[in-house]
Structures are given as structure tokens and as C-alpha cells.
């Protein structure tokens, strides 16, 4: 193996995600390119590198690297342009010029071993010197730490990411717990993990290793919506996972229930585990949805009905017997859920409830899971409505991970009424944060849409709620005279009973468009989104098109559409940055989507500055405005007018969002939404969600594929099963206590 020394003077590429570089290295009598995966960039770098020279076919002679290890110059020059690179903090051109001629060759020494001495040198400063030693110590441990990641396969990005949160310490926590990586950082899974930790010398069958593997499991269950697993599913699926013999995993599952790191229950004659956040939410949310359910300001109906016929004089509304009765029984009721499809008047009925409860000196707080919907009934109702984090003040504790909420039972929200609107999308964790924070004797109102998709966290909340049939629950079934003469209300509740949709009536908003293929099925979409739809509607293509999938793959899929769209309606151009991170080339005039609540992202408000704050969510759409690749950002304009800006170390929470799946555009609308028709998996291929799709378009749906498909979707009812219990408690714990008071309050301490 041959070996070279020199330094890095130019980096001629490198991959951000996986740290493949390739530079020039002028050794002492050669300038040579060199390639290899590098933990930093090492430009201005001295290194040692081990190797072998080949003859690329194209590129000429190269040294291809195996190994590399930083050095520290010894030439004088080369001390001083190197404290001068920007890497050591405090000190610019002049200063290391005055150092090295204050210590030459013994510089490093004198920083690392004697740092008092810096302030030998004129200018500096007793806290200059402690800040020049510091810094120059956390290169050292950063350059240590990036080389020890990379070399358990580690990419430079998740490098950063690991150095980023857990700082110098970052070696000794993973060798103590390798299994924290998969929990603490975003993009590394248990799998990654895992293989660190075997290289570690974590014994395969450890009951340390089965723990990790049982946790990820319940884990994985979670983020595909279950409260729980069934405990067989769980031992068998933990087993598989980690090629260990079930009686070990049996074995840690009793010992982590015993240890109060998971719960075992029986639960409609099935054992079954949870992991125990799951566990403690599912049981707080049942108790608090009881004890509001009590609360009763005793208020005749009769004064209700007066109220609202005043309302309906003042706001010149007119409301059918069903909204009626459900604005009535808002009033009169400690909880209720209001459920019902588009154009059955929910905006119209929580507008009237807020009116009376105005009229009555409530005070009234509206929220809704998702910055977009939030938006959207602050819109129809004239009143704020803040997202349910923004409403609980979200912040970080103390370890600045983990997310709590200043709003909570020991700083209850400040109201009388809260109203939640596009409840289905509200998942376990989340409502418990939520009750948590309202005080006994205000009432809740719950708003949604049982029939669309489920949320994305676990639980089925707004489903098993009214599948309990503990709480007061009002269906609108009638379509409000105002949408009648839309296809695309029409449709979606044709959908909703199995009934296929009406398409192509003239003037209608609701089009079918037959393709044979799935490869003529994306020429036509592309076609559609870029010049048919916005010639003949005037629209704009980004801002007012989307384009729906059922699933990430295949050739109709969003991964191939969003490629396809972006080369059409975004193409490489001389006067367009662009970075390429990943499976992505993101170019300046993108339309993208965040992929993950980032509660810390600072973001300023387009057109004022001063205007700032915290956090941008999963689904939040925009463009990216610029593209900096000499300092490795790039700047992202959401729908809010929110700005934010990404290091390019960051761009795994982004990709481009021409096109996405249904699940990701839950408590969005658009203008226009476009959706193949093609095959797919009959999980995905269900009605529930062709009917979520169909409900995304305020103005226009167009469909493009064959009508077999569609008739799939609209015939596939099974929805698929969520492990959660949230009905069985609420039945059982009414039932129980019922047959304890003999039917007086319910309240539970």
C-alpha cells in the first residue's frame, strides 16, 4: 500500500450524503487527484493518505484512497495559513502571522499543551486565548469523531447530524448505547444501529440488544398507527428481526413490563404490549374525554334556540334542522363530535357556535393539527386559529430534545370552549397533550371528517370515539344547497357510500381522462400540469396544481412524477442553482414539502423581517427561492409566508412536492388535484383514501388511467386495522362506572 503526504488544494467534488470526494493533493513532488470517502471537507488540509495509484479511462491518473489521517503543518507558512483558514475562532491573517512569529515551530504545542501564552501575543487577550485553545481543541475532537463514525459506515451528513447533538461527547455515548442513534437522530434507523453496536461487541443474543430490538418494534408499529401490538405479533416480529430464538425475546418482554418500560394488558381477550407513552396516553385521554363530558353550565335549550335564531337574523344564515341540532347540542353538551363530508356545513356550523358562545361572553379557542388547516378556518370564521402545538406553546426541555407543552394541566389553557377542526388527523399523543391542558368544566368541540384517512401518529381517536358510542356525536349526512351543484362534493360522497363517480358532464369540475399505460399516464399528467390545465384555467402550475399518488413508487408513483414535472416545468438552467442531496436535485423555483416537524427551524416572514418565530411542520409546502452553494444553503418560501433557511446538511427533511402521496396531503386543499389511475397495492387501493384525494380540490379534480382501477378503489372498503382501544375504554370505563353510581357522575380523579 502506498502512501503520500501533502496538502488538499482543491476540492474538485463532493457528495454531501456520502462524503465521496475528489481533490487535488500537491505532495512534495506531484500535484495528484486523489478520491476516496473523506469524514470533512479537507480543503487547505494536511493529510496522510494510503492507497493505490490506478488509471481511470477518462479521468487519467488518480490515487484512490483507502485510509487518510489529518496532520498538523510544520512548515512556518503552512502553520500560519492554517491557524488563518477560518477553522480556529479568533484568529484572522494578522493574528496568526504574530503567533508564529512569537512561537514558530512550537505554535501548536503552545496552543494545545500552554494556551496561557497566547497572550503573550499583542491583542489577545486572556478570553481570546481560552477561545483560540477551545476551538482549536473541538477541531481536533470533531476531526476524531467524524473519522470513528465514518468508519462504522456512518455518512458524513448523519456524522454532522450525531456531532451536532450530542457534541464532544458523541464517542463515549454511542459506545455506551449505540441503540440512542436510531432514537435521538433523524434518518438513522435501529438497522444502522444495530450493526454499530455489533461492531462494538454487543453479544447478538444480549438482553440489551432484544430491549432495543422490542422498543423499535413497538416503535415501528406506532409510526404505522397502532397504540399497541398483540403480544405473539410483537415476540414473533422481534425474533425475526434479530435472528434470536423467541424464548429470549419472551424472556426481555417480561422483564421490560416488570421494569415499567413497556405495558402488558389484556384487552378483548388478547394479550397485547404497549410501549408505555402509548399506554398513558390512551388511558389519560379516555379519563379526560369523561370528565368534561360532565360539564354542564345549565343553560335551557330553550335560551340556546333563541340564541341562535338571533344569530341567524344578525348573520343572515340559514341553517337546515342538522345544523341546528348540532350547533344545540354543542352548547348543551361537555364534549361532542361533529362529523360529516365536504359541503355538509361544518365551516358554517362552528361559525354559529362561535357566535352564540360570543353572544353568551365565552371565550372560545380554535385549533387544528396543521398550519394549512388552521389557516383555512381562520379564514371562513373571521377568528384566529392556531395550530394545537402553537396553541399548547410548544418548547424544548432542558436537554433541548425533548418537546413539551407550557399549556398543560398545571397551566391549563385560558378559555371556556375549545374548538378542534379537522379532528380525524389528531393522533393518541397528540389528544392527550390536548386534555391535558383543558381545565374540568370547559366544553370541547370536536370537528372532522370520520371517513377520510386516519392520522399519521398512532391511535384512531376520532374513529374510536364515536365507535364507543360514550359521547355525544352528531352525523351530517346532506349536502348544503351551496355545493349541490358541485361533481366534486357529488362525487366524494358517492365515493364515501361505493358508488362510482360522475365525470365529464360539460361545465363540470370533475374529469375522467382514459390512458391505456401507466408510462402515457405520466406523459398526460405532465402535460396536464404544465400547459393544458394552466392554458385553459389560467392557472399557476405551482402554486394551484397538485398532483396526487396513492404510493411513492412505480412509474405513476411520486418519486417518477415529481422527477417527470420538475424536467418539464423546471429544467436545468445556466441561470438556476441547484444541489443535488441524495435521491434529489433541488433547484432554485422547486415547489418541495417538509418531510418532518422541525419545531426549531427559525423562519422570518417574507417582506418583514422582524417579524420571526419557531417551527415549520411535516407536509408544509413551498419553493426554494435561492440556492448558496458557497456557504450551503438554500432558502424556502412556505404558503404562510414563512421563510426559513436549510444548511445543506438538513436537506433529508425536504423533497420535492410537485407530486405526493395522499397520506401527505391530509388537511390540505388546492385548487386543482390531479391523481392516476393505475395499479397499486390493495392496502393503498382503498376508498377511504381516493375519497381523502377527492376532498383535497376546492375547484377541480382530474383523474387520468383506466376506470378498472377506479372501481377498485371505490369497491376496496377494508380499511385497515389499527391496534388501538380507545372505544373499549371509553365503553368499559362508562359501563363500569355506571354500575358503581347507579347512573350519577361519571368524573374520575
Sequence with gaps: MESLKGIVVEIIFRNEENGYTVALLEAENEVIPITGIFATELMGEHIEIFGKRIKHP??????????????????????????????????????????????????????????????????????????????????????????????????????????????????????????????????????????????????????????????????????????????????KSTAALLSVAVDKVEDEVRNMAFTDKIHIENIKNETVVYYLPYHTAEVNVCKGLINLAQTNWDIPEEEVVEYLENVEKESSLTLTEMQKEAVIQSILNGVIVITGGPGTGKTTIILSIIKIFEAMGKKVLLCAPTGRAAKRITESTGREAKTIHRMLEYAYGEDDRNLIFNKNENSPLDCHVVIVDEMSMVDILLMNNLLKAINRGTKLIMVGDVDQLPSVGAGNVLADIIKSNTIKTIRLDMIFRQSVGSMIVQNAHAVNKGTMPLCNKKGSDFYFIKQNSSKSVLELIVDLYKNRLPNKYNLDPIKDIQVLSPMKKGTAGVIELNKKIQEAINPPSKYKKEKTFGNYTFREGDKVMQVKNNYQASWTLTGNKNVTGEGIYNGDIGFIVYINNKDQELLVQFDDDKEVIYNFNQLDELILAYATTVHKSQGSEFPVIIMPMVWGPPMLMTRNLFYTAITRAKKLVVLVGQEKYMEEMVENNKIQKRFSALDYRLRSTVETYRLLTSGGDLSIG
Excluded: C, W
Excluded at 115 to 134: D, F, Q, S, Y
Excluded at 173 to 199: T, W
Design 58 to 235: 477518462k479521468y487519467g491518473e488518480q490515487f484512490q484512497v483507502d485510509i487518510y489521517k489529518t496532520l498538523l503543518p510544520t512548515d512556518l507558512k503552512q502553520i500560519e495559513n492554517y491557524l488563518s483558514s477560518g477553522f480556529i475562532k479568533g484568529i484572522g491573517k494578522f493574528t496568526a502571522k504574530k503567533i508564529v512569529e512569537a512561537f514558530k515551530e512550537d505554535t501548536f504545542n503552545i496552543i494545545q499543551n500552554n494556551p496561557k501564552r497566547l497572550t503573550e501575543v499583542p491583542g489577545i487577550g486572556k478570553k481570546k486565548a481560552e477561545m483560540i485553545a477551545n476551538s482549536f481543541a473541538e477541531q481536533a475532537d470533531i476531526k476524531e469523531i467524524m473519522m470513528f463514525l465514518q468508519s462504522h459506515g456512518i455518512s458524513t451528513n448523519l456524522s454532522i447530524k450525531i456531532y451536532k447533538e450530542y457534541g464532544k461527547n458523541t464517542i463515549p455515548i454511542i459506545q455506551e448505547n449505540p441503540y440512542r442513534l436510531s432514537e435521538d437522530i433523524y434518518g438513522i434507523g435501529f438497522k444502522l444501529a444495530d450493526k454499530i453496536a455489533s461492531s462494538l461487541g454487543v453479544e447478538k443474543d444480549s438482553p440489551y440488544r432484544i430491549s432495543s430490538g422490542v422498543k423499535y418494534v413497538l416503535l415501528e408499529y406506532a409510526i404505522r398507527g397502532h397504540s399497541y401490538m398483540p403480544y405473539h405479533m410483537l415476540v
